[in-house]
């Protein structure tokens, strides 16, 4: 949705332990979340930032609510690195895992 008051409502009518997912590039592709600094997220709920780069609002409004609201937060990088290197392994026939992975994570960071 477009008015991210909206949002808010939407993401607090939600019952304890949903996720919820930004996946609308806001963050990453353009400044932003979804969603404004009052939100507040359910308790016991799951926060997924699929952006993997950019200025991650969302994540940031996650995270400052993480201890009160008991929230697991999934950060976007982890998924792409690893579909990343997934990619390479089966291009080059090699395993990207262990300390090879962390390393291809440090690096890429």
């Given at each position: 949705?477009?008015?991210?008051?909206?949002?808010?409502?939407?993401?607090?009518a939600?019952?304890?332990?949903?996720?919820?997912?930004?996946?609308?590039?806001?963050?990453?592709?353009?400044?932003?979340?979804?969603?404004?600094d009052?939100?507040?997220?359910?308790?016991?709920?799951?926060?997924?930032?699929?952006?993997?780069r950019?200025?991650?609002?969302?994540?940031h409004?996650a995270?400052?609510?993480?201890?009160?609201?008991?929230?697991?937060?999934?950060?976007?990088?982890?998924?792409?690195?690893h579909?990343?290197?997934?990619?390479?392994?089966?291009?080059f026939?090699?395993?990207?895992?262990?300390?090879r992975?962390?390393?291809?994570?440090?690096?890429?960071?």
């Amino acid at each position: 949705m477009p008015v991210p008051e909206w949002n808010d409502k939407i993401v607090q009518a939600l019952p304890e332990g949903s996720i919820v997912i930004n996946a609308t590039g806001m963050g990453k592709d353009r400044p932003g979340s979804p969603l404004t600094d009052e939100c507040v997220f359910p308790r016991h709920g799951i926060v997924w930032e699929f952006n993997y780069r950019g200025t991650l609002e969302f994540m940031h409004q996650a995270e400052r609510q993480k201890a009160e609201r008991d929230l697991t937060i999934e950060d976007g990088w982890t998924y792409f690195i690893h579909g990343w290197t997934q990619v390479i392994a089966e291009v080059f026939h090699t395993d990207i895992t262990g300390e090879r992975l962390a390393l291809c994570d440090r690096l890429a960071r």
